[in-house]
């Protein structure tokens, strides 16, 4: 049973490591911060650079869908190799992301989602 409040997190691609990890991991962050999930209105790609893996994270306020494969039109791009987005997917954040040289596109166009994101999934204990 989820929070009251909290957007319904679907996935749209089961069958694939990738978008199965986002899904219970975005599934966590709205269920620790279903006010914020649930006015969150964008979307985020995360894309493998030495492995063929991609999964799109479509927030549409009510409603979260996580998909197989990066959409072209993802407001946010997240690019790096497997183990920086393992990492990113355990809590590492920016400094994860450093490490790990990956590349974000998006950022200037969409800041506000951005900020959003990264409270929802990186602070999303409710520490932040």
Known sequence: M???GAPAVVIAA???PMP????ALVE???QRRPWM????????????????ASAT?????ARIVVRSGASAGAWIVIEADSQTLAALGGGG???AMRAGGARLHGL???????????????HGSGRA
Request: glycine share 6%; hydrophobic share 45%; net charge positive.
């Open 2 to 4: 989820g929070t009251p």
């Open 14 to 16: 089961a069958d694939e």
């Open 20 to 23: 199965r990890l986002l899904h």
């Open 108 to 122: 200037q166009r969409h800041p506000l989602f951005a900020l959003c994101l990264w409270r929802l999934m990186v």
């Open 57 to 61: 994270v479509s927030f549409q306020r």
């Open 28 to 30: 966590a962050a709205a």
């Open 93 to 95: 954040g920016l400094p």
């Open 37 to 52: 999930a649930r006015q969150m209105r964008g979307s985020v790609a995360l894309r493998s650079t030495d492995v063929p």
